[in-house]
């Protein structure tokens, strides 16, 4: 299983970026998808998450300005994220709970590659 997340990049405060993700491989199912970021220095923090049923959890720092969309078929999440400010500079890594294809297999966490988001002031 691979997560393969794009859209990373360089923008001013105030602007839109669109970051996706997509899962490849043995998946039999996705429990749930999201993004978080990590900073030089500190910890990985949760930005949104969504299940495959909807439900989706933002972290308050972006509430109202990202919104999280799952396509469950097409195994991809996608984070539009607006209203960029330089505090949301970080690299953003993609994440899924899924279970993977295999007799036996469990729900497990799996992690994309990170891409990074400047946002210039």
């Known amino acids: 299983v691979q997560l393969q997340a794009s859209g990373g990049g360089l923008v001013q405060a105030g602007g839109s970026l669109r970051l996706s993700c997509a899962a490849s491989?043995?998946?039999?199912?996705?429990?749930?998808m999201g993004w978080y970021r990590q900073v030089p220095g500190s910890e990985r923090e949760l930005v949104a998450t969504?299940?495959?049923?909807?439900?989706?959890n933002y972290a308050d720092s972006v509430t109202g300005r990202c919104t999280i969309s799952l396509d469950s078929a097409k195994k991809t999440v996608d984070l539009q994220m607006n209203s960029l400010k330089p505090e949301d500079t970080a690299v953003y890594y993609c994440?899924?709970?899924?279970?993977?294809?295999?007799?036996?297999?469990?729900?497990?966490?799996?992690w994309g590659q990170g891409t990074q988001v400047t946002v210039s002031s």
């Open positions: 491989g043995s998946i039999f199912s996705i429990n749930s």
């Open positions: 994440y899924a709970h899924l279970r993977p294809n295999g007799w036996g297999a469990q729900l497990r966490d799996y």
């Open positions: 969504i299940t495959s049923g909807g439900s989706t």
